[in-house]
Protein backbone atom coordinates (compact mmCIF):
# COMPACT_ATOMS: atom_id res chain seq x y z
CA UNK A 1 0.00 0.00 0.00
CA UNK A 2 1.14 3.49 -0.83
CA UNK A 3 -0.26 5.88 1.87
CA UNK A 4 0.41 9.38 2.83
CA UNK A 5 0.00 10.66 6.18
CA UNK A 6 -1.44 14.99 5.18
CA UNK A 7 0.34 16.98 8.40
CA UNK A 8 0.18 20.96 9.04
CA UNK A 9 4.14 20.75 8.42
CA UNK A 10 6.45 17.68 8.22
CA UNK A 11 9.26 20.18 10.26
CA UNK A 12 6.93 20.57 13.00
CA UNK A 13 5.41 16.80 13.20
CA UNK A 14 6.36 15.91 17.40
CA UNK A 15 7.73 12.35 17.53
CA UNK A 16 5.10 11.07 19.96
CA UNK A 17 2.07 12.07 18.81
CA UNK A 18 -0.47 9.91 17.56
CA UNK A 19 0.06 10.22 13.85
CA UNK A 20 3.82 8.90 13.96
CA UNK A 21 2.68 5.96 16.24
CA UNK A 22 0.48 5.60 13.18
CA UNK A 23 3.43 6.21 10.55
CA UNK A 24 5.68 3.49 12.02
CA UNK A 25 3.00 1.28 12.50
CA UNK A 26 2.33 0.89 8.81
CA UNK A 27 6.26 1.31 7.82
CA UNK A 28 6.79 -1.47 10.18
CA UNK A 29 3.89 -3.83 8.31
CA UNK A 30 6.17 -2.62 5.16
CA UNK A 31 4.08 -0.24 3.46
CA UNK A 32 5.27 2.69 1.21
CA UNK A 33 4.62 5.19 3.53
CA UNK A 34 5.18 9.33 2.85
CA UNK A 35 4.77 12.60 4.85
CA UNK A 36 2.87 15.64 3.10
CA UNK A 37 2.79 19.17 4.46
CA UNK A 38 -0.23 21.37 3.53
CA UNK A 39 2.39 23.18 1.87
CA UNK A 40 3.88 20.87 0.05
CA UNK A 41 1.44 20.06 -2.93
CA UNK A 42 1.39 21.36 -6.74
CA UNK A 43 -1.28 20.84 -9.10
CA UNK A 44 0.15 19.87 -12.47
CA UNK A 45 0.07 22.65 -14.65
CA UNK A 46 -0.37 20.51 -18.07
CA UNK A 47 -1.52 16.65 -16.89
CA UNK A 48 -3.85 18.03 -13.58
CA UNK A 49 -2.09 15.68 -11.34
CA UNK A 50 -1.56 16.16 -8.04
CA UNK A 51 2.35 16.04 -6.71
CA UNK A 52 4.10 16.48 -3.69
CA UNK A 53 6.96 17.09 -2.39
CA UNK A 54 7.05 14.14 0.20
CA UNK A 55 9.11 12.61 2.91
CA UNK A 56 9.65 9.25 2.88
CA UNK A 57 8.83 7.51 6.03
CA UNK A 58 10.85 4.14 6.49
CA UNK A 59 11.12 1.51 9.35
CA UNK A 60 14.40 0.34 10.61
CA UNK A 61 14.86 -2.20 13.13
CA UNK A 62 14.29 -1.34 16.65
CA UNK A 63 13.20 2.36 16.00
CA UNK A 64 12.32 4.32 18.21
CA UNK A 65 9.74 7.14 17.59
CA UNK A 66 12.19 9.86 17.95
CA UNK A 67 14.79 7.96 15.75
CA UNK A 68 12.03 7.34 13.10
CA UNK A 69 10.74 11.04 13.19
CA UNK A 70 14.74 12.14 12.72
CA UNK A 71 14.97 10.38 9.81
CA UNK A 72 11.75 11.84 8.22
CA UNK A 73 12.76 15.04 8.95
CA UNK A 74 16.45 14.77 8.02
CA UNK A 75 15.36 12.57 4.23
CA UNK A 76 15.70 15.07 1.16
CA UNK A 77 11.86 16.01 -0.25
CA UNK A 78 11.06 13.48 -3.41
CA UNK A 79 8.38 14.34 -5.49
CA UNK A 80 4.94 11.71 -5.38
CA UNK A 81 1.95 11.26 -7.55
CA UNK A 82 -0.63 11.97 -5.05
CA UNK A 83 -3.10 10.51 -7.51
CA UNK A 84 -1.14 6.77 -7.70
CA UNK A 85 -1.20 6.63 -3.76
CA UNK A 86 -2.95 4.01 -2.68
CA UNK A 87 -4.55 6.09 0.74
CA UNK A 88 -4.27 9.16 2.21
CA UNK A 89 -4.59 9.77 5.63
CA UNK A 90 -5.84 13.47 6.92
CA UNK A 91 -4.07 14.27 10.08
CA UNK A 92 -3.49 17.77 9.84
CA UNK A 93 -5.33 20.06 12.36
CA UNK A 94 -7.23 23.03 10.52
CA UNK A 95 -7.83 24.86 13.41
CA UNK A 96 -4.08 25.57 14.33
CA UNK A 97 -4.07 26.93 10.81
CA UNK A 98 -6.76 28.97 11.51
CA UNK A 99 -5.20 31.08 14.07
CA UNK A 100 -1.67 30.61 12.66
CA UNK A 101 -2.17 30.51 8.92
CA UNK A 102 -5.74 30.64 7.57
CA UNK A 103 -4.63 30.02 3.79
CA UNK A 104 -3.68 26.46 5.33
CA UNK A 105 -6.61 25.67 7.05
CA UNK A 106 -9.04 24.28 4.06
CA UNK A 107 -6.78 22.24 2.21
CA UNK A 108 -6.88 19.38 3.87
CA UNK A 109 -10.06 18.67 3.00
CA UNK A 110 -9.78 20.37 -0.45
CA UNK A 111 -6.84 18.45 -1.56
CA UNK A 112 -9.07 14.80 0.11
CA UNK A 113 -11.75 15.53 -1.95
CA UNK A 114 -9.89 15.87 -5.33
CA UNK A 115 -8.27 12.53 -4.20
CA UNK A 116 -10.80 10.83 -3.70
CA UNK A 117 -12.37 11.38 -6.59
CA UNK A 118 -9.48 10.02 -8.58
CA UNK A 119 -9.99 6.79 -6.50
CA UNK A 120 -7.29 7.38 -3.42
CA UNK A 121 -9.09 6.14 -0.33
CA UNK A 122 -9.05 8.66 2.14
CA UNK A 123 -9.52 8.80 5.92
CA UNK A 124 -11.31 10.69 7.78
CA UNK A 125 -13.81 10.95 4.51
CA UNK A 126 -13.42 14.56 3.27
CA UNK A 127 -16.95 15.16 2.26
CA UNK A 128 -17.76 14.77 5.91
CA UNK A 129 -14.98 16.02 7.61
CA UNK A 130 -16.09 19.28 6.86
CA UNK A 131 -18.79 19.37 9.22
CA UNK A 132 -16.96 17.29 11.55
CA UNK A 133 -14.14 19.61 12.10
CA UNK A 134 -16.90 21.65 13.95
CA UNK A 135 -18.52 21.00 17.34
CA UNK A 136 -21.86 21.64 15.45
CA UNK A 137 -21.10 18.03 14.41
CA UNK A 138 -22.43 16.83 17.83
CA UNK A 139 -25.94 18.33 17.20
CA UNK A 140 -26.26 15.60 14.59
CA UNK A 141 -26.35 12.70 16.98
CA UNK A 142 -29.60 11.56 19.35
CA UNK A 143 -30.55 14.01 22.13
CA UNK A 144 -30.03 11.49 24.91
CA UNK A 145 -26.45 11.00 24.27
CA UNK A 146 -25.37 14.89 24.68
CA UNK A 147 -25.68 17.90 26.46
CA UNK A 148 -28.30 20.62 26.11
CA UNK A 149 -26.87 23.32 24.20
CA UNK A 150 -27.12 26.23 22.29
CA UNK A 151 -25.01 27.93 19.21
CA UNK A 152 -24.97 31.65 18.87
CA UNK A 153 -22.86 34.76 18.49
CA UNK A 154 -25.46 36.94 20.45
CA UNK A 155 -23.74 37.47 24.07
CA UNK A 156 -27.49 38.07 25.21
CA UNK A 157 -28.53 34.60 24.07
CA UNK A 158 -25.68 33.41 25.86
CA UNK A 159 -26.90 35.38 29.42
CA UNK A 160 -29.97 33.73 28.94
CA UNK A 161 -29.24 30.52 28.45
CA UNK A 162 -26.98 30.49 31.52
CA UNK A 163 -29.95 31.80 33.15
CA UNK A 164 -31.90 29.03 32.26
CA UNK A 165 -29.63 26.04 32.37
CA UNK A 166 -27.71 27.40 35.18
CA UNK A 167 -23.72 25.54 35.22
CA UNK A 168 -22.74 25.50 31.61
CA UNK A 169 -19.37 25.93 29.60
CA UNK A 170 -19.11 28.15 26.74
CA UNK A 171 -16.35 27.27 24.05
CA UNK A 172 -15.74 28.39 20.94
CA UNK A 173 -17.19 26.36 17.87
CA UNK A 174 -14.08 25.93 16.30
CA UNK A 175 -11.12 25.15 18.37
CA UNK A 176 -9.00 22.82 20.48
CA UNK A 177 -6.71 22.23 22.92
CA UNK A 178 -8.98 23.86 25.91
CA UNK A 179 -8.18 26.99 23.91
CA UNK A 180 -10.94 29.65 25.07
CA UNK A 181 -13.35 27.52 27.11
CA UNK A 182 -14.79 28.91 30.06
CA UNK A 183 -16.73 27.57 33.03
CA UNK A 184 -19.91 29.73 33.58
CA UNK A 185 -22.06 29.26 37.41
CA UNK A 186 -25.16 30.98 36.09
CA UNK A 187 -26.29 34.38 34.48
CA UNK A 188 -24.57 36.66 37.53
CA UNK A 189 -21.31 35.08 36.89
CA UNK A 190 -19.35 38.36 37.47
CA UNK A 191 -16.96 37.27 34.70
CA UNK A 192 -19.58 36.41 31.83
CA UNK A 193 -18.78 39.70 29.60
CA UNK A 194 -14.94 38.86 29.55
CA UNK A 195 -15.52 35.28 28.80
CA UNK A 196 -18.09 36.01 25.89
CA UNK A 197 -15.76 38.06 24.59
CA UNK A 198 -12.76 35.98 24.13
CA UNK A 199 -14.57 33.32 22.82
CA UNK A 200 -16.70 35.07 20.15
CA UNK A 201 -13.43 36.98 19.18
CA UNK A 202 -12.72 32.97 17.29
CA UNK A 203 -15.77 33.14 15.85
CA UNK A 204 -19.42 31.54 16.80
CA UNK A 205 -19.54 29.87 20.67
CA UNK A 206 -21.14 26.93 21.65
CA UNK A 207 -22.46 26.69 25.34
CA UNK A 208 -22.90 23.34 26.62
CA UNK A 209 -24.75 22.20 30.03
CA UNK A 210 -22.39 21.33 32.58
CA UNK A 211 -22.76 17.50 32.80
CA UNK A 212 -22.55 16.11 36.83
CA UNK A 213 -19.10 14.76 36.88
CA UNK A 214 -17.44 17.02 34.60
CA UNK A 215 -15.17 18.78 37.58
CA UNK A 216 -13.32 15.04 37.68
CA UNK A 217 -12.47 15.10 34.11
CA UNK A 218 -13.95 13.26 31.05
CA UNK A 219 -12.82 10.14 28.83
CA UNK A 220 -11.37 9.64 26.09
CA UNK A 221 -12.65 6.97 23.61
CA UNK A 222 -11.21 5.92 20.22
CA UNK A 223 -13.82 4.20 17.68
CA UNK A 224 -12.40 2.45 14.75
CA UNK A 225 -14.87 2.40 11.88
CA UNK A 226 -17.96 2.68 13.98
CA UNK A 227 -16.66 0.65 16.70
CA UNK A 228 -14.19 0.92 19.94
CA UNK A 229 -10.86 0.58 18.86
CA UNK A 230 -9.18 -2.23 20.49
CA UNK A 231 -5.90 -4.70 20.44
CA UNK A 232 -5.58 -7.89 22.30
CA UNK A 233 -8.79 -7.22 24.52
CA UNK A 234 -7.33 -3.81 25.72
CA UNK A 235 -9.35 -0.71 24.72
CA UNK A 236 -8.53 2.53 23.57
CA UNK A 237 -9.66 4.73 26.45
CA UNK A 238 -8.33 6.45 29.04
CA UNK A 239 -10.05 9.25 31.81
CA UNK A 240 -8.66 12.53 31.93
CA UNK A 241 -8.26 14.63 34.85
CA UNK A 242 -7.80 17.76 35.57
CA UNK A 243 -4.48 19.26 38.11
CA UNK A 244 -4.51 21.98 40.29
CA UNK A 245 -7.35 25.35 39.79
CA UNK A 246 -7.79 24.32 36.33
CA UNK A 247 -10.61 22.58 35.08
CA UNK A 248 -10.38 21.23 31.57
CA UNK A 249 -8.80 17.69 31.71
CA UNK A 250 -6.68 18.75 28.24
CA UNK A 251 -3.87 17.17 28.23
CA UNK A 252 -2.11 20.28 26.57
CA UNK A 253 -3.36 22.03 29.81
CA UNK A 254 -1.74 19.99 31.93
CA UNK A 255 -4.24 17.17 32.34
CA UNK A 256 -3.20 14.25 33.29
CA UNK A 257 -4.80 10.17 32.17
CA UNK A 258 -5.93 7.27 34.36
CA UNK A 259 -7.33 3.93 33.49
CA UNK A 260 -11.21 3.43 32.05
CA UNK A 261 -13.01 0.48 32.23
CA UNK A 262 -15.80 0.46 29.70
CA UNK A 263 -19.16 0.58 31.01
CA UNK A 264 -22.68 0.20 29.77
CA UNK A 265 -22.92 4.34 29.84
CA UNK A 266 -19.97 4.50 27.34
CA UNK A 267 -21.37 1.00 25.29
CA UNK A 268 -24.55 3.04 25.04
CA UNK A 269 -23.22 6.36 23.60
CA UNK A 270 -21.53 3.70 21.03
CA UNK A 271 -24.33 1.76 19.74
CA UNK A 272 -26.40 5.12 19.30
CA UNK A 273 -23.19 6.74 17.68
CA UNK A 274 -22.13 3.95 15.47
CA UNK A 275 -24.10 3.84 12.59
CA UNK A 276 -24.24 7.28 11.73
CA UNK A 277 -20.14 7.80 12.27
CA UNK A 278 -19.83 4.27 9.41
CA UNK A 279 -22.22 6.41 7.56
CA UNK A 280 -20.15 9.75 7.02
CA UNK A 281 -16.94 7.61 6.80
CA UNK A 282 -15.68 8.75 10.16
CA UNK A 283 -13.08 5.95 10.51
CA UNK A 284 -10.84 7.06 13.10
CA UNK A 285 -12.19 9.45 16.04
CA UNK A 286 -12.30 10.34 19.17
CA UNK A 287 -15.24 10.95 21.75
CA UNK A 288 -14.96 12.94 24.80
CA UNK A 289 -17.15 11.68 27.39
CA UNK A 290 -19.05 12.56 30.73
CA UNK A 291 -21.01 10.47 32.65
CA UNK A 292 -23.86 9.11 29.93
CA UNK A 293 -22.71 12.64 27.50
CA UNK A 294 -20.80 13.32 24.73
CA UNK A 295 -19.01 16.41 24.68
CA UNK A 296 -17.21 16.61 21.92
CA UNK A 297 -16.24 14.55 18.74
CA UNK A 298 -12.61 14.69 17.26
CA UNK A 299 -13.28 13.58 13.89
CA UNK A 300 -9.59 15.57 12.48
CA UNK A 301 -6.35 14.16 13.84
CA UNK A 302 -7.70 12.72 17.27
CA UNK A 303 -4.43 11.92 19.82
CA UNK A 304 -3.89 10.42 22.82
CA UNK A 305 -2.04 6.79 21.87
CA UNK A 306 1.11 7.50 23.77
CA UNK A 307 -1.71 7.44 26.82
CA UNK A 308 -2.98 4.03 25.75
CA UNK A 309 0.77 2.88 25.73
CA UNK A 310 1.59 4.04 28.96
CA UNK A 311 -1.09 2.84 30.63
CA UNK A 312 -1.43 -0.43 29.15
CA UNK A 313 1.53 -0.99 27.70
CA UNK A 314 -0.08 -1.78 24.14
CA UNK A 315 0.59 -0.60 20.83
CA UNK A 316 -3.05 -0.22 19.16
CA UNK A 317 -2.09 1.83 16.12
CA UNK A 318 -1.12 -1.26 14.13
CA UNK A 319 -4.82 -2.05 14.12
CA UNK A 320 -5.68 1.25 12.85
CA UNK A 321 -3.33 0.06 10.21
CA UNK A 322 -4.75 -3.31 9.44
CA UNK A 323 -8.53 -1.62 9.21
CA UNK A 324 -6.61 0.42 6.53
CA UNK A 325 -5.42 -2.28 4.24
CA UNK A 326 -8.83 -4.20 4.38
CA UNK A 327 -10.50 -1.13 3.43
CA UNK A 328 -8.18 -0.68 0.46
CA UNK A 329 -7.81 -4.59 -0.28
CA UNK A 330 -3.86 -3.82 0.18
CA UNK A 331 -1.86 -6.00 2.58
CA UNK A 332 2.00 -5.95 2.68
Avoid at 4 to 28: H, K, S
Avoid at 61 to 78: G, H, S, V
Avoid at 196 to 218: K, M, N, P, R, W
Wanted: aromatic share 6%; hydrophobic share 40%; charged share 30%.
Amino acid sequence: MRLAFFVNDVATEVDEYTTTRLARAAAQRGHEVWYVGVGDVELGESDGQLVARAHAAEFEKDDTLEAFMKRIKEREAERIVMDNLDALFLRNESIDDLHERPWASPLGVVFGQMLQARGVTVVNDPRSLTRATSKLYLEEFPEKIRPRSLVTRDPEAIERFAGEVGHCVVKPLYGAKGRNVFMIEDESEANLAQMTEAVLQDGYAIVQEFVDGGEDGDARIFLLEGQILERDGKPAAFRRVPTGNDPRANISKGGRSIPLEIGDAERGIIEAMSKKLVADGMYFVGIDVIGDKVVEINAESPGGMQSIERLYEIDVCPTVIEALERRTGLKP
